[in-house]
């Protein structure tokens, strides 16, 4: 397969992102439009789950949000979901317009918070064949409830300090992205720190904060609920054990998708980019896109 490093615009500003194409593609095939959760860059485990489809016959996008990565943009780390579901939808214009993608076919395929976005994404666009979501980000006010009351007091003052900043134009301040029970961070949950950054490579220095006033977004954004307005296939790979975002929950939003398919993992939010976890997710979503998205017509 190859890999070509690509850059599209998003507003005003350039995202960065990795085109994959299989060396046997011949003519124009679907693509998956890949993208990663919170706070996380394409580095920390999506070129595996490329690889697997590229090597199916799909072609496949992975790119990074503005002012995360390799994607322009300042602050650096700014969280912003808005930017974020805009990026999505200037990723999907960009591969529509490649002369070797069918344009009819493409797949958005998301995780943690991204599994949220490519609800609501879907939804938005309207015209995209199929959605894979894992482990999703559906409720805001589910995976607020995960933090334990001194987390969330602590996030709270942050993030009304990093809103007045905004306003004032000032210096940002941050929180940061993982932590233990009681700390200042946006998860939480237990063991979530050595899973998180295990995601990054050796080599790679990984900003750990993000700009806080995300914190007040967070427990408003519901992109669970768009799943009832889907009107194309959507595999929902929901973790049984995920202290993330709970599962309970993920699941009595997700069954409103009309032509949803649910599959159940007896593991955590961080198990599945890994192992045995993440073969059995990979197989079940291969399985997936050979149903509903062949790569021949």
């Given amino acids: 397969m190859q890999r070509h490093d690509v850059r599209f615009a998003s507003g005003t500003q350039m995202c960065a992102g990795w085109l994959y194409e299989p060396d046997s593609a011949q003519t124009p095939g679907p693509l998956i439009v890949m993208a990663h959760g919170l706070g996380a860059v394409k580095e920390m485990g999506l070129d595996a789950f490329a690889r697997r489809f590229v090597a199916e ?26 930017r974020q579901l805009d990026d999505w939808a200037a990723a999907i214009h960009y591969v529509r317009l490649l002369d ?16 949220g976005h490519v609800i609501e994404v879907a939804k938005r666009d309207g015209e995209v064949a199929a959605v894979m979501s894992q482990c999703p980000f559906t409720d805001g006010f589910a995976s607020l409830r995960t933090l334990g009351i001194v987390s969330l007091l602590k996030v709270t003052v942050l993030a009304v300090r990093d809103t007045i900043a905004a306003l004032r134009h000032s210096t940002p301040v941050r929180v940061a992205l993982v932590g233990t ?17 295990a ?65 159940r993992y007896t593991t955590g939010h961080f198990d599945i980019y890994f192992g045995e976890w993440f073969e059995r997710v990979i197989s079940d979503q291969i399985a997936f896109l050979q149903s509903h998205v062949p790569v021949t017509r």
Avoid at 57 to 82: K, N, T
Avoid at 101 to 107: K, L, M, S, T
Avoid at 181 to 197: D, E, I, N
């Fill in 57 to 82: 016959g799909y072609r496949a996008l992975v790119f990074d949000y503005r002012h995360f990565g390799g994607s322009e943009g300042i602050p650096r780390e700014l969280l912003d979901i808005g």
């Fill in 100 to 115: 070797n993608v069918d344009a009819g076919r493409i797949v958005l395929w998301g995780t943690s918070f991204s599994g």
């Fill in 181 to 197: 029970r009681g700390q200042a961070a946006l998860v939480t949950a237990p063991g979530a720190v050595s899973a998180y950054y």
């Fill in 199 to 263: 995601l990054v490579p050796d080599d790679m220095v990984l900003p750990d904060q993000v700009t806080a006033r995300i914190g007040m977004r967070i427990p408003l954004y519901y992109p669970g609920r768009a799943a009832a307005d889907l009107t194309m296939p959507a595999l929902f790979c929901v973790c049984l054990q995920d202290r993330v975002a709970p599962a309970k929950t993920t699941l009595w939003h997700v069954r409103k998708a009309r032509h949803g398919q649910i599959q």
